[in-house]
């Protein structure tokens, strides 16, 4: 059930600009929603709309978080409402423990 994620797929972008121009970019990967996820807090559930570029129900998994090259970059598919972010950025808050 937990396994490290290898292949490419979609990622929220999570970290500041304000850190500087870095090769690299804090992402959650994306995968395909499964219903075994709704229990689990890593996993934020996604529904597919015409903003986010999305084609099926998916889930960010917070715990996937990592560090990309900008060169491993293929496109931009959309952006996520405020609320989606807020969710993943609660959800690695809860896995690392802060108090934000």
């Known amino acids: 059930m937990f396994r490290e994620i290898k292949k ?4 929220v972008i999570v970290n500041s600009d304000y850190i500087g121009k870095l090769p690299l970019k ?4 994306i995968t395909n929603w499964q219903s075994s996820f709704s229990s689990n807090l890593c ?3 996604l529904t597919p ?3 986010n570029g999305l084609s099926k129900l998916s889930s960010a998994d917070a715990l996937q978080l ?3 090259d900008l060169e491993r970059f293929i496109r931009k598919l959309g952006f996520l ?7 993943i950025i609660t959800a690695i808050a809860i896995i690392i423990e802060s108090d934000r």
């Open 8 to 11: 490419t797929r979609p990622a």
């Open 26 to 29: 804090l992402v959650v990967p």
């Open 43 to 45: 996993h934020i559930y």
């Open 49 to 51: 709309t015409s903003d």
């Open 66 to 68: 990592r560090s990309v």
């Open 81 to 87: 409402s405020t609320s989606e972010l807020e969710e």
